[in-house]
């Protein structure tokens, strides 16, 4: 028997539990007065509906991908820190090198002004 | 327990040395002033980047020639330095140097010049590094994105240029695509191995058997993306645009340091970890030869522009360096080495003499823009009739020398047909080649072009000028480095 996966099962049964729980309890607490724009597709401030050839600011596609690299630092973090005491020393200063690697990114970034938004 | 030993710090450090100046120059762009003089200390610094490295790499030759050149494995495997790497590297470091110095008046003049243009040419040579050593399949990969990503940068350069652009966007999406075919091998041979390491898969393949489909698949995958990467057909079609669009500077770099990498991983994947499989890739390897031969020297007569013909004579140059690997004995691999460094020679300087030429501002592209070169600037005509017939491989330049050995190759292998097909294409290529020359000795022209070179173009032409006929003549100290780096 897989027994090790109870606990990730129980995490499924909260995960699918906890939206259901907190729209019922909403809809019952809140008061109701619905309008047009209410109730509408939330899609942070884009509208939802439209042309798919419409046009937005690039700085959208320079902050995307500068997230994807910070994002995906922390993503070597995790198994780091996981697996610390086994790496010791020689762990912490690879990371050291990893981290400053990336900040020289970041400096350049920052001071090329890509991270301003006028 | 992982651990860094000072072995593996010997052999990473030139690698090493390169990225780190590569971030100094990125960050020490913020300290020095935006002008002239500011990008002229930093370019400076790139080149002893450059500097350090190759005496490092001095360094680990005379260690490797003091232990009778014994292979000095690295990372638990996963990066090697022996002769082979070392000679490739020398290539690498040389071409990348030579093109920091031509590059400075080139940008200047396109109003481009931007000091990440020398860290990307340092992280692109850092890339390569792990090209020529890598033993382990994932350094290997990450060596080649490190070189491809900061070449598809380079190649699009001029911002506001829409064909450098439009060739940045290709080679992207065509490099992408292919790096997936290359990485889609390398998984199918970690799933028959279990490891990662070129020399265990080089153990596994006998016992898989020679029709083994998975096998099979593998070595077609991994071929695409490694032919690819060498411009050979039928996978070489990114190459006539990137070439001409991209910056000519970039375009010299990317025909001779991305091209000698790609051929050093091709032939440490083939030879080392698939040399008992030969009768598998060889058949391959020799179809795709004999089509990039014909497509590359075909494809280059009808050009009008000079940067695509060279593209095009660049991917028939692979095709000859492919036969040398397929003649498989060792004159062949001796050719293959002399091969690539007398190509690196004489392509650059083609493209230098191009760089050198402007007119209305523009830099000389078409053939008719040489017109007349040879009354108004014989120096400069010479030295690209000596590159021209070092790329057709006529004596007494290096281009000699390399072909030599390939043909000797071949016909010591009893490979005749194959050697009177490449024969064949040499003719061909004298044609293409001497339409170049026609225009700039026998044409004339109203209108002139106008030198512009500065010191470090003059001094790279020179270099390279006499590089190029040096190795024609007196090749014997070239061809015992080529043998050296065989480990013989």
């Known amino acids: 028997m897989p027994q090790g996966y109870l606990p990730i099962f129980l995490f499924l049964i909260i995960a699918m539990a906890f939206p259901v729980i907190a729209i019922l309890t909403a809809k019952l607490v809140r008061p109701s007065s619905p309008s047009k724009l209410k109730l509408e597709a939330y899609e942070c401030g884009i509208e939802a509906v439209g042309n798919s050839r419409g046009r937005y600011a690039v700085r959208f596609y320079i902050i995307s991908i500068l997230f994807v690299i910070f994002d995906v630092e922390t993503v070597f973090l995790f198994p780091w820190a996981v697996r610390f005491h086994q790496l010791g020393w020689f762990g912490v200063i690879e990371i050291a090198v990893f981290l400053a690697i990336l900040i020289v990114g970041y400096v350049w970034v920052y001071k090329k002004g890509a991270l301003e938004w006028v | ?488």
């Open chain 2, 1 to 488: 327990m992982i651990t860094y030993t000072s072995t593996d710090h010997f052999v990473l450090l030139p690698g090493l040395l390169l990225a780190l100046f590569g971030c100094a120059v990125l960050l020490l762009d913020f300290l020095f002033p935006k002008d002239v003089k500011g990008r002229g200390w930093l370019v400076g610094i790139a080149l002893s980047g450059v500097g350090f490295a190759s005496w490092q790499s001095w360094q680990q030759y005379l260690y490797l020639k003091a232990h009778s050149m014994t292979p000095l494995v690295a990372f638990n495997g996963a990066l090697v330095l022996d002769g082979f790497a070392l000679f490739f590297n020398g290539i690498v470091l040389a071409s990348a140097a030579l093109v920091m110095l031509i590059s400075y008046r080139y940008l200047e003049d396109e109003k481009e010049h931007h000091t990440e243009y020398y860290a990307l040419v340092l992280f692109a040579a850092c890339g390569a590094f792990f090209l020529n050593g890598g033993l382990d399949m994932v350094t290997i990969f990450v060596g080649l994105e490190l070189m491809a990503v900061s070449f598809y940068i380079l190649v699009g350069f001029l911002r506001t240029d829409k064909r450098s652009n439009e060739a940045a966007m290709k080679y992207l999406l065509l490099g992408g695509f292919s790096t997936g075919f290359l990485i889609y091998g390398f998984s199918i041979f970690y799933g028959l191995t279990g490891s990662t390491n070129l020399a265990a898969l080089a153990t596994v393949i006998p016992a898989r058997g020679a029709n083994d489909p998975l096998l099979y698949l593998a070595i077609v995958t991994t071929l695409v993306g490694l032919l690819f990467k060498i411009g050979a057909a039928p996978f070489h079609m990114w190459a006539p645009d990137t070439y001409e669009g991209a910056p000519t500077t970039v375009t010299a770099f990317l025909a001779v340091a991305s091209k000698t990498a790609s051929f050093a991983l091709l032939l440490r994947v083939m030879l080392v970890g698939l040399g008992t499989a030969r009768e598998m890739w060889e058949p391959l390897l020799t179809g795709a030869a004999v089509l990039t031969l014909t497509i590359g020297n075909l494809a280059a007569i009808s050009q009008s522009n000079v940067k695509r013909l060279l593209a095009y004579s660049s991917i028939g140059h692979a095709g000859y360096v492919l036969l040398g690997l397929i003649a498989g004995n060792q004159t062949g691999l001796i050719g293959v080495s002399i091969y690539l460094l007398t190509y690196a020679f004489s392509t650059i300087g083609a493209f230098l003499v191009l760089i050198a030429l402007r007119r209305r501002g523009v830099a000389v592209e078409t053939i008719e823009d040489l017109a007349s070169l040879g009354k108004r600037y014989p120096y400069y005509a010479l030295l690209m009739l000596l590159f021209l017939m070092s790329l057709a491989g006529l004596p007494p330049t290096a281009g000699f020398i390399g072909k030599y050995y390939i043909f000797l190759s071949l016909v010591e292998s009893g490979k005749y047909g194959l050697a009177i097909v490449g024969a064949l294409y040499v003719a061909v290529s004298l044609y293409y080649y001497f339409r170049l020359v026609r225009s700039m000795f026998l044409t004339e022209s109203i209108e002139a072009q106008v030198l512009a070179p500065s010191n470090g173009v003059r001094l790279v032409l020179a270099l390279t000028g006499i590089a190029t006929i040096a190795m024609g003549i007196l090749p014997e100290p070239f061809l015992r480095m080529a043998a050296i780096s065989l480990g013989r």
